[in-house]
């Protein structure tokens, strides 16, 4: 076990100790991180990450929280939270963005400039990072068909800028997945549009999902992924519609319950555990399984021992 003492001298004194990670998740669930650093630079980066690797410390990023279900046990090693900012216009429809911006600051940055493409992204919550680590997406659209290029850190801390080719990215899926890599920049090539209508396709998106994702409820959007199939229109099934069927909108595990605007989002709904909301997803699972023989993926990460 590394000394208190050892572990500040390699992170610095912003190293904190135990701190709870339910305030960096939507859910508003989870234990505390062991280890946690806050970085808002691509320098900071490297030296977390390059720290990590001399100790043999286990480390993951966090975004914004959006997608993530925290064990009520917490994460046994160092959490980095990702804080890198800075937007900037690069020739006339390409945006360079730091990866802890907010994706939503990013759809209003490129409408300032008018710039179409990316309004589909309109009220997807978390990071411009989490976003490209998922491929997150709606409406049609999703990060693949807008980026250009991303910067990477690899967990020795080494950097590279690749293209849109090497994240491989599918549905809700990236080769960040597996390669463990870091996305500290991303470049994002945009088309010239009548500003005007840009903002009204916002707002319409905006409200439309206000409806289905009220601000208070908290929640980390769909819990299970749409289930491929060719023979459906969009070349998926929506998960959401088994549920439905399964009766998904009455179903509750003490302080989780699912929606009731929607069947494949599960609500934080005043107490709820991390393992409420675990338990409720298995409980959706087996019902689905049991009606149509499918085994639900989830969208959701899972961090931590449950
Ligand atoms: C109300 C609501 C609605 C939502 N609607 C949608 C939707 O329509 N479409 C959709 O796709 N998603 C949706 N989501 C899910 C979520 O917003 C997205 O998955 C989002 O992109 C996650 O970003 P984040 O920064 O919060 O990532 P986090 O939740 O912090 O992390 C998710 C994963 O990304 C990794 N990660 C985070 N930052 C980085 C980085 N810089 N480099 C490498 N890996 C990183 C983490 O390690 C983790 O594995 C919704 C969530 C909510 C709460």
Avoid: W
Avoid at 73 to 83: E, K
Avoid at 170 to 181: A, F, M, N, P, V
Avoid at 215 to 222: H, R
Avoid at 261 to 276: E, F, V, Y
């Amino acid at each position: 076990m590394i000394s208190k003492e050892a572990l500040i001298a390699e992170f610095g004194e912003q190293l904190e100790f135990d701190r709870s990670l339910s305030e960096f998740t939507t859910f508003g669930t989870g234990g505390p991180a062991r280890l946690f650093i806050e970085v808002t630079t691509v320098e900071e980066m490297i030296q977390a990450v390059s720290a990590a690797d001399r100790l043999d410390l286990e480390f993951m990023v966090v975004g914004g929280g959006s997608n993530l279900l925290v064990a009520d046990a917490g994460y046994d090693g160092l959490i980095i939270h990702t804080g890198i900012g800075g937007m900037k216009l690069v020739e006339e429809n390409e945006i360079v963005c730091g990866a802890g911006e907010e994706l939503m600051a990013l759809v209003r940055f490129a409408a300032d400039n008018s710039l179409t493409g990316i309004e589909f992204a309109s009220g997807i919550r978390g990071t411009v990072g989490g976003a490209v680590y998922g491929n997150a997406g709606a409406y049609g659209g999703d990060m693949a068909q807008i980026l250009s290029s991303a910067t990477l850190v690899d967990k020795a801390g080494r950097v590279k800028t690749v293209g849109s080719d090497y994240l491989r990215f599918g549905y809700r899926d990236s080769i960040l997945k597996t390669s463990g890599e870091i996305v500290v920049e991303a470049t994002f090539r945009l088309s010239k549009g009548d500003p005007v209508r840009i903002k009204e396709k916002i707002d319409s998106i905006l409200a439309e999902r206000e409806a289905k994702f009220p601000p208070t409820d908290k929640c980390a959007g769909c819990i299970f992924k749409n289930i491929p199939d060719e023979k459906s229109k969009h070349g998926k099934i929506p998960a959401g519609r088994l549920l439905e069927e399964i009766g998904a909108k009455s179903m509750s595990v003490g302080g989780a319950r699912v929606s009731p605007r929607h069947a494949n989002i599960i609500i934080n709904g005043g107490g709820a555990t991390s393992k409420d909301i675990r338990r409720l997803a298995d409980k959706l699972k087996v019902k689905v399984f049991e009606k149509y023989g499918i085994m639900l993926e989830e969208e959701v990460i899972q961090v931590g021992q449950f």
